[in-house]
């Protein structure tokens, strides 16, 4: 177990509708990061927030979204689902920015199917 | 652009067996490589870090190699065991933007 805690684990909606999943870290963690894996494919980087305020972003519509709380909780909110953003959604924590040079702890994710 | 590809996509072995996994990328210019294990239902896990500057790194069975002039890294698990069955990743960090580039996985069954 990595201390690190998703809701929900599935969800179902319909194209067009808005969703926000929700992601804990571990305590102590001031850096989120959300990430988009699509069935068969390696995780996509969707954005990086570090002290409430987002770090990075890889290359994803604004319809993407996320807050980042000082409880160590964050959000990811997507709006106008597509079909295309069936996938499963994974949260990361770490003490510092950046991606790699510190280990990463995932939450088991939520699998997110539009129909 | 940098693009990270595994090989092969699917691997099945007979318990006891030592392997390999391959990663390779397309840019050199990486700030670190990492593997992980993905179980379904339980997130990812990392395994080792291999900071450029280094060659390998080592945990129990396990033992990472990189080879940053070619591209290339290894992942080689000793005397398998059928809960080394997973899914198994390698992400390169960029050295430009410190993202994240991940390949899709070698999924690994080890039977018993």
């Known amino acids: 177990e990595t201390g690190v805690t998703q809701s929900p684990t599935h969800l179902i909606k319909t194209r067009g509708q808005q969703v926000t999943l929700r992601c804990s870290s571990q305590?102590?963690?001031?850096?989120v990061s959300w990430y988009q894996q699509a069935l068969g494919q390696g995780p996509q980087f969707i954005f990086q927030?570090?002290?409430?305020?987002?770090?990075g972003r890889g290359n994803f519509p604004p319809r993407f979204s996320g807050l980042q709380f000082p409880n160590y909780s964050s959000e990811l909110n997507v709006n106008a689902l597509e079909l295309d953003d069936s996938a499963l959604y994974l949260c990361?924590?770490?003490?510092?920015?950046?991606?790699?040079?510190?280990?990463?702890?995932f939450g088991p994710g939520t699998r997110l199917t539009v129909l | 652009k940098q693009e990270v590809t595994q090989i092969p996509a699917a691997l099945s072995v007979p318990e006891g067996e030592n392997l390999v996994l391959n990663c390779s990328f397309t840019?050199?210019?990486?700030?670190?490589l990492q593997w992980f294990r993905q179980d379904p239902g339980k997130g990812l896990t990392s395994l080792l870090l291999?900071?450029?500057s280094q060659r390998e790194q080592t945990s129990g069975r396990l033992n990472a190699s990189l080879d940053k002039s070619s591209g290339r890294s290894t992942l080689y698990i000793a005397a398998s065991q059928p809960g080394d069955s997973a899914t198994y990743l390698c992400?390169?960090?960029?050295?430009?933007?410190?993202?994240?580039?991940w390949g899709a996985g070698t999924k690994l069954i080890i039977k018993p």
């Open positions: 990361a924590s770490s003490f510092a920015p950046g991606q790699g040079a510190d280990t990463q702890y």
């Open positions: 305590s102590g963690h001031n850096t």
């Open positions: 927030y570090y002290r409430e305020e987002e770090n």
């Open positions: 840019d050199s210019a990486i700030y670190n």
């Open positions: 291999i900071q450029s």
């Open positions: 992400a390169v960090e960029d050295g430009s933007n410190y993202q994240l580039i």
